[in-house]
């Protein structure tokens, strides 16, 4: 795996706007991985995006490939308290044995 | 949640000594990740394993080392621990490199 970059690195939102954090590569992903981390607790799978230009949905979540699989986004609409966490994005391929480097997440903090 | 259990949760040690950190599954899966986890890093790999007696560094090694003698356990030492190795500490597991990962709940370590 390699290391994406995410942006931002923290977000403070109102609750029941909107939130965005992205991932960007400078080379091909394999695919991408999204986790969330509760304050607290540790991380939990999201979701994996594996074709080019793929969107898959959960709820309020929507993410996101890139066309030329260098960026994923995940898109978080009405956000509620209970979205507070970290959202880190990974390459979860690459090699054979998968090193996996996760970004530095986005930290989110909704007010209500 | 996987059946992911990590001992002890929280250790306070001094600088110098050895420490071992535990990590047993009862999933069976192959693959077995040791993560730190510091304010402003994200997670970074340690250690990781594709079977019994095989395992590979990550990016942040040094100091640490690691053993795997049985599927279910995962074995993280700290040779002789220093200050900089205060962190939280997570273990990993997954049934294929580009597969999912499930987390266990962490072990925070503080040297003194």
């Known amino acids: 795996g390699q290391q994406v970059m995410q942006i931002p690195q923290y977000q403070h939102v109102q609750e029941g706007e909107d939130f965005t954090t992205y991932c960007n590569s400078s080379t091909t992903l394999s695919n991408i991985q999204w986790y969330k981390q509760r304050p607290g607790g540790h991380p939990v799978f999201l979701i994996q995006?594996?074709?080019?230009?793929e969107v898959k949905k959960q709820k309020r979540l929507t993410f996101q490939f890139g066309e030329a699989k260098k960026n994923s986004s995940l898109h978080i609409t009405a956000t509620q308290t209970t979205d507070v966490g970290t959202y880190f994005c990974?390459?979860?391929?690459?090699?054979?044995?998968?090193?996996?480097?996760f970004g530095q997440g986005t930290i989110l903090t909704v007010h209500p | 949640d996987a059946g992911i259990t990590q001992s002890p949760r929280h250790k306070v040690t001094e600088t110098g000594t050895p420490v071992t950190l535990r990590c047993h599954q009862t999933?069976?899966?192959?693959?077995m990740y040791w993560y730190r986890q510091d304010p402003g890093h994200g997670l970074r790999l340690i250690h990781y394993s594709y079977g019994v007696k095989d395992t590979d560094k990550g990016e942040v090694s040094d100091g640490y080392s690691v053993s795997r003698s049985k599927t279910e356990d995962f074995l993280l030492t700290l040779e002789s621990a220093t200050s900089s190795q205060t962190s939280v500490y997570f273990c990993?597991?997954?049934?294929?490199?580009?597969?999912?990962?499930?987390f266990g709940p962490g072990t925070r370590l503080t040297v003194t």
């Open positions: 990974d390459d979860a391929g690459g090699t054979s044995y998968g090193k996996l480097t």
């Open positions: 990993a597991i997954s049934t294929s490199p580009n597969y999912e990962q499930y």
């Open positions: 999933e069976n899966h192959r693959y």
């Open positions: 995006l594996v074709k080019s230009g």
